[in-house]
């Protein structure tokens, strides 16, 4: 179907939907159950069974399954079908891993799923693209990502960004004509808006004709089916460290197994003690925690109202050290209330909170009535005019469909009982303009009853005292002296002074000859009308959250586009501003160079009357000071410095989908306490993965060096290599999981930002890992020499005794690894996790040990009870030793 060519009319028939109404919620899902979901189709996946096979493919786990397979053809067959049960538990726990970080991350895709304002049963409601059909008829402005393909039937001063489909990264002017011609390419159907397309300016409506894979961008599909799973810097550090210990546990492994030779002990007994060895030694399980502790990080951070759209944001978030955040609706609660008016002179008092259009104007301490001041009434009238946001009643709430801003001009004018119904017999838009962040204005052509036509437009306060050539002063007008325009600066000074954000609304009568087709034209020679000064409240939660950061070495910047002396108030109020802090406003940014900034950007805490471009600059100057940048945003503008920056931070409520495709991360509730909790987060899911690379390592290092030493004194084996296997399936896998679930310390934002190039091993963790396995491994061995003396000919019940400690000296390690500092700092049972993986761990040792028909197969046997106060001794020490002497030089 060539939908270019069809008429408003026919689109609408073939379609069958009705513009007024949209379609029915029945017949909605009748065309779903026909033409499926708005979705391109996937790829193929790969299937579960071949997950749980790929879990095999570690070379060193295959060289143990031939070692196993051998030992089955010399009559070993217990051991074989032993070690075989054991790699296979491995696997489903690998296989159990992967699918719950794959899981993770489709509930994160259903999370981020683009929504489109669809008309349907008469009403605009958001809904999620993916449910849209065609016939459907949806509305989309400036930052919306288009979500099917449409047939536009309506579009003001619509500009889309196409370059998905057409490489030209220049954005198309669009527009609803019928088009003529055969085969117009893609880029030049300009009635047509595309699935995945940006629009980049102005505003349309469109019925929906292509949905899924019958989309032009389905066409494509498979360009996006093959994208790569993303891996964040940290699991590439780990790879490499995981390589680095395949060769060295390879090398101590080789050194093991050759001195046992040499000592005399049977060749295939020591090589496959030195296989078990080396697959207990190599942590390959690191990468598969890693991913599942960054998972289980996103999803408590989404439950924390962020989603996190880029897994290396996770780690970047614990490097921020500053934080440049928008002011509405971040730091305050983005229920702009008007509070002041102010025309020709004379300013009105205007009571109530919120949405809730109940409030009384009031003029020196008295009630006014508004039917009586003219200007007054033009102000609240042509505030609601040149408006595109709605005001309804929910149940007990009002709720707002479109800007704060813009919200808080129409509750104004309700309070004098204008409302858009009752004046609609009056007055009729008959062209739009919508708001520019570039213009700061927002303009429309209005008819009254009487055929005269006016533009309205409103928007900053100085671009339209720049743009006005008159101006309304005691009821009449009068052209705009310089004393006039002072009486404005003063006007807005005052009302700024009271940390008001102020609007201003301005017109011009239109000549029956005039035809208004471009914002230049319109917004000119203006009659400046009024203010209107409003306030969004600071949100009760953010100065703690400013406190918490600044505790944690962030610093918070504030930009906004208000005027300086309100940022100022809002920013002192807080806590942002302190003493002696700069503010920098959007003209003076415009005259210092790149260079200049970056000489004063440590000092500036708030950016006032700036524009989003402006935000690029400020990120550039504050890398260039070495500082990790968050930066906020919600705007299409926004996009270049949310990309820029180190996190980029999109709004989930007023954010435009062209900010979030940018961002690494997106806030649910647009707050910025949000922000700290997720920094918060994020520096803890840091710490936890270093904990459980502590643990790990110096588990593995203590089960190298018990068998190393065990050789080099020509000592039998201390440890048979199915018990080495069952150590590292059973101590090494349930801990370390739940170290991944660790609650952060106490004191996690009080330290200062990791530097972005830390090691894994910086603040001394390698010296950690290395002296508690070094302790570990002794331990054992002690335990192993002590036994075995007193009953050389028993050496099963030295080995089961040996196999005890090693266990329990790892099960006290781990609660050592959840501090930097020592064990005695954190309460055991913060982490029930950890407590019940530790638990879970001895039953299991206690069975291995105790329960008969398993004896034979792990080499154990019954410890008496006196034996265990060896064991738990002995387990102790390596940790306990050193906690005891890090306590003494804390003393001393």
Known sequence: MKWYELSERATLEVTKTDKENGLTAKEVALRQKQEGFNELAEGEKQSALLVF????????????????????????????????????????????????????????????????????DGKWSKTLSRELVVGDIVKFGSGDRIGADIRLIDAKSLEIEESA???????????????????????????????GTLVTRGSGVGVVVGTGMKTAMGQIADLLQNAEAVITPLQRKLEQLGKILIIVALLLTVLVVGIGVLQGHDLYTMFLAGVSLAVAAIPEGLPAIVTVALSLGVQRMIKQKSIVRKLPAVETLGCASVICSDKTGTLTQNKMT???????????????????????????GKEVNVSREKPLQQLLLFGLLCNQTTVT????????????????LVVAAMKANFTRQNVKGDFKVIEEFPFDSTRKMMSVVIEGKDNKRYVVTKGAPDILLTNSKSIVWENRHQQLSPSGREEVQNAIHSLASQALRTIAVAYRPLESYETITTEQAAEKELVFLGLQGMIDPPRPEVKQAVKE??????????????????AEAIAKQLGILPKGGRVLEGHTLNTMSQSELEDVVDDVYVYARVSPEHKLKIVKALQ?????????????????????????????????????????????DDNFATIKSAIKEGRNIYENIRKFIRYLLASNVGEILVMLFAMILALPLPLVPIQILWVNLVTDGLPAMALGLDQPEDDVMKRRPRHPKEGVFARGLGWKVVSRG??????????????????????????????????????????????????FDRNPFE?????????????????????????????????APREWLIILGLASVPTFLLAGSLLTRKKS
């Open 53 to 120: 096979l790929e879990q095999f493919k570690d070379f060193m786990v295959l060289v143990l399954l031939a070692a196993t397979l051998i030992s089955g053809l010399l009559g070993e067959y217990i051991d074989a079908i032993a070690i075989i049960a054991i790699v296979v538990i491995n696997g489903f726990l690998g296989f159990f891993q992967e699918r719950r970080a794959e899981k993770s991350l489709n509930a994160l895709k259903e999370l981020s799923a683009p929504q489109v304002l669809a008309l349907r």
């Open 165 to 195: 489909l057409t490489g030209e990264s220049v954005p198309v002017p669009k527009y609803t004509r019928v088009l003529e011609g055969n085969e117009i390419p893609l880029g030049d159907q300009e009635n047509m808006a595309f699935m």
């Open 338 to 364: 008007v509070t002041h008016l102010w025309s020709g002179g004379k300013t009105w008092n205007l009571s109530g909170t919120g949405y809730d259009p109940s409030g009384t104007f009031s003029a020196e």
């Open 393 to 408: 009643k929910k149940d007990k709430d009002y709720v707002v469909d479109g800007d704060p801003t813009e919200a808080a």
């Open 549 to 566: 950061c600044r505790d944690a070495g962030i610093k918070t910047v504030m930009i906004t586009g208000d005027h300086v002396i309100t």
């Open 624 to 668: 260039a000071k070495d500082h990790v940048v968050a930066m906020t945003g919600d705007g299409v503008n926004d996009a270049p410095a949310i990309k820029a920056a180190d996190i980029g931070i999109a709004m989930g409520i007023t954010g435009t989908d062209v900010a979030k495709e940018a961002s690494a991360l997106v806030l649910l």
């Open 774 to 823: 070094f302790l570990i491994g002794i331990a054992t061995l002690a335990a192993f020499i002590i036994v075995y003396d007193n009953n050389p000919d028993n050496l099963q019940y030295a080995q089961t005794i040996a196999f005890a400690t090693l266990v329990m000296a790892q099960l006290i390690h781990v609660f050592d690894c959840r501090s930097e500092k020592s064990i």
């Open 831 to 863: 982490n029930l996790y950890l407590v019940g993986a530790v638990i879970s761990s001895i039953l299991l040792m206690l069975v291995v040990i105790y329960y008969p028909p398993l004896q034979p197969i792990f080499h154990t046997m019954a410890i």
